[in-house]
């Protein structure tokens, strides 16, 4: 069983930043995947963006060019870096893990964009 536990959500004005973080429990070195999911309400869960074992990264449209991935393998942190948030960016965001055959998921941090 892996813990992830989040970290750095908040409230932010449109324009600002924040950066998030999630912490596992155990090394993250052999995972297969790990990153960032939201959910605003009434909507479904979305995919922000994730990074692979081989260090690629994928954004979704609505993020790129704006949130930025990285991992620590040393902390066994994945950090995602916003900027230029939008008041549409304002959910849930959940951190996710996928190694071997499993999926972990941690309890989410609130970002809140005011415009």
């Known amino acids: 069983q892996v813990h992830l536990v989040e970290s750095g959500g908040g409230l932010v004005q449109a324009g600002g930043s924040l950066r998030l973080s999630c912490a596992a429990s155990q090394s993250i070195f052999s995972m297969n995947a790990m990153g960032w999911y939201r959910q605003a309400p009434g909507n479904q869960r979305e995919l922000v963006a994730v990074?692979?074992?081989?260090?690629?990264?994928n954004y979704a449209d609505s993020v790129k060019g704006r949130f930025t991935i990285s991992r620590d393998n040393a902390k066994n942190t994945v950090h995602l870096e916003m900027n230029s948030l939008k008041p549409e960016d304002t959910a849930v965001y959940y951190c996710?893990?996928?190694?071997?055959?499993?999926?972990?998921w941690g309890r989410g941090t609130r970002v809140t964009v005011s415009s």
């Open positions: 990074i692979t074992t081989g260090e690629n990264t």
């Open positions: 996710y893990l996928h190694i071997g055959l499993f999926d972990y």
